[in-house]
């Protein structure tokens, strides 16, 4: 118990500035306080400097107009990968056959899902991570809550349904007549109620988090470096807004089509991915030089 | 004007002098209130001190009781010094002529 009460001092008290750690650890060393102790007072600190940080009205901005958008839109997206992969998973968890393994074209169909399904979950997983990366980059201090808030957000889009505006109005005046081909994969509870939650964890919460903690780190990088992410964050994120289903809806077929077609839209294609170049380049830095700032100094 | 729990700790930082960090603070304020001192509510407080020119801190150096870690050092300023006087000296004219002895004797049970 007193172990797990010192180890949650340690995880709890890096929410502090790291002088400030450093100095209340001291302290409780040589108070000789508890682990319960210890823990408390650790725990009322950090909340005390958190509320301080609330008592600003930018953390709100970003509150209101950044992170809950975010989380709402990507709650969206992440229900329609699910529901396009819960009828990929179920063709073949619920109906398998070993029999199929003997057949050539069982795994050229097999290749092509994973590939399919992979390119509709590597974007949502890009946009997840950038829109953590904003928020990350907004405050080293405040990141915590927001990685906690983020996570209620999104917890609130997939288990209340996150607002698609006018989407609804629109599926239910064009609603085919006949029954849905899909319905009875989302009769299964499994796949109605339990894997778009999977689906949020995996593609969405957990690559935001990672995001925030390297966007901590983006305050390191040199300006020209930062100007260039933020470029390429602030695409990213346009290309998740424009490809919602609330936004098209409101865009005229007229303008849809000459945006979908432009060669702004190609690119912003391609941008979408731009975490994974990130990672793989600060990964291949930090192993040459051992530090992270080398991504910002070195590569341009 | 100082609140009651940032003079006691403006007369602790200024009773330990040299000494004057954290952890001897909230020692000072336990032994002399007798009541608990959070660690939250001492550097939270140091803080606003210190915004307001009352206190100046730094890092001192690491020591093996610690450790090895550093101590949060605190020194009250002039400034500091100054509004302890006039909180102590307000203390003082307002409870002129009020004896607490004889009202909890007269109040106790």
């Given at each position: 118990m007193t172990r797990t009460c010192w180890w949650l001092v340690d995880r709890v008290s890096r929410m502090l500035e790291p002088s400030e750690q450093d100095a209340v650890r001291g302290d409780l060393a040589e108070s000789g306080e508890s682990g319960g102790q210890a823990l408390r007072g650790v725990l009322g600190l950090v909340v005390r400097r958190q509320a301080a940080l609330w008592k600003d009205?930018?953390?709100?901005?970003?509150?209101?107009?950044?992170?809950?958008?975010?989380?709402?839109?990507?709650?969206?997206?992440?229900?329609?990968?699910?529901?396009?992969?819960?009828?990929?998973?179920?063709?073949?968890?619920?109906?398998?056959?070993?029999?199929?393994?003997?057949?050539?074209?069982?795994?050229?169909?097999?290749?092509?899902?994973?590939?399919?399904?992979?390119?509709?979950?590597?974007?949502?997983?890009?946009?997840?991570?950038?829109?953590?990366?904003?928020?990350?980059?907004?405050?080293?201090?405040?990141?915590?809550?927001?990685?906690?808030?983020?996570?209620?957000?999104?917890?609130?889009?997939?288990l209340l349904g996150a607002p698609r505006y006018l989407a609804y109005f629109f599926q239910y005046a064009n609603r085919p007549l006949s029954p849905n081909q899909n319905d009875p994969i989302f009769a299964l509870a499994f796949y109605r109620e339990i894997f778009p939650l999977i689906v949020q964890a995996v593609l969405v919460a957990v690559p935001s988090v990672w995001g925030m903690r390297q966007g901590v780190e983006v305050g390191r990088l040199s300006p020209l470096v930062r100007i260039v992410l933020w470029i390429a964050a602030i695409g990213t994120l346009t290309m998740l807004v424009i490809q919602g289903p609330g936004f098209v809806f409101f865009l005229h077929a007229y303008w849809l089509q000459r945006i979908s077609q432009g060669w702004q839209m190609r690119l912003l294609q391609i941008v979408v991915y731009w975490p994974v170049a990130y990672l793989a380049a600060s990964a291949i830095l930090r192993r040459w030089h051992g530090r992270i700032p080398t991504v910002g100094v070195d590569s341009l | 004007m100082l609140g009651e729990f940032e003079y006691l700790l403006l007369t602790a930082a200024a009773r330990l002098g040299e000494d004057a960090y954290g952890a001897a603070m909230r020692q000072e304020i336990e032994d002399a209130t007798g009541r608990g001192c959070s660690i939250g509510a001492l550097y939270t407080t140091l803080d606003r001190l210190e915004a307001k020119g009352f206190v100046k801190t730094w890092m001192g150096d690491p020591t093996p009781q610690r450790g090895g870690r550093p101590k949060r050092m605190v020194r009250v300023t002039a400034k500091g010094i100054q509004a302890a006087s006039e909180f102590y000296a307000a203390v003082t004219r307002v409870s002129r002529g009020v004896s607490w002895e004889a009202n909890r004797a007269g109040v106790g049970p």
């Open positions: 009205w930018r953390p709100w901005v970003v509150l209101v107009g950044v992170m809950v958008p975010l989380g709402m839109a990507l709650s969206i997206v992440s229900n329609l990968t699910a529901g396009v992969s819960a009828t990929y998973l179920w063709l073949y968890a619920n109906n398998w056959d070993w029999a199929l393994l003997r057949h050539a074209e069982f795994w050229y169909e097999l290749r092509d899902s994973i590939a399919f399904i992979f390119m509709r979950c590597l974007p949502l997983v890009c946009w997840s991570w950038t829109a953590g990366f904003v928020l990350g980059s907004k405050s080293r201090r405040i990141v915590p809550v927001y990685g906690i808030l983020f996570c209620l957000v999104l917890v609130f889009g997939v | -």
